[in-house]
């Protein structure tokens, strides 16, 4: 009588195998991609870093330093100084950079201004010191704006020089005095024990030229 195979003769049924995965073809980027994003990474930080993103200044980093004073022939130009300023500070945000205001959030204009224009900046010096609010008239026109204390964040040279600026700024067309620290200095010393904003009620009693 003959044997029957057995499995390992062949003919009974054999194990299952194990699926095989495809193997894929492995990818490696190019070293220049990373050289590109490295270099987007580094401008990325330097645009927050020296230009805060094109957000204020007093906004990204409260109270730092602003640009040093451009100088021509050893005198302070007060008028380009005073834009830097103008523009670091944020107020170009509200007042625009043209002056002509922002009837959305109620800041009236600068440019051509009756209160800009006053013989003295008397009135002006307190409203950057302590800010303002409440309706006040701008050229005839009613604005009900809010405008922030600068007093504790700018110093004496830099609140002269923004309000020779808007004083005096040719691309306005303004055309009034010059302010100097020393104008600032006597309203800041004046009005130290000051702690509210200022309604323009209270300003307009206030001599243009005090």
Known sequence: MKKSRTASQGNGPKPASSPVTPKVGSYTAPAAFFVVLAILAY????E???HHGLFSAGIYEPYTDFRSIPKVGGEVNRVDAGREVYAAAGCVACHQPNGSGNPANGCPPLAKSDWVLAEGPA????IVLHGAQGPITVNGKPWNGNMT?????????QIANVLTFIRQS?????????VTPEMVKAVREKTASRTTQWTPAELEKIPETE
């Open 48 to 50: 927050l870093g020296y």
């Open 123 to 126: 009135r002006l010096i307190r």
């Open 149 to 157: 204390p600068f007093g504790p964040v700018l110093n004496d040279d």
């Open 170 to 178: 040719p691309e306005w067309g303004n055309n009034a005095g010059e």
């Open 43 to 46: 401008l990325s930080q330097a």
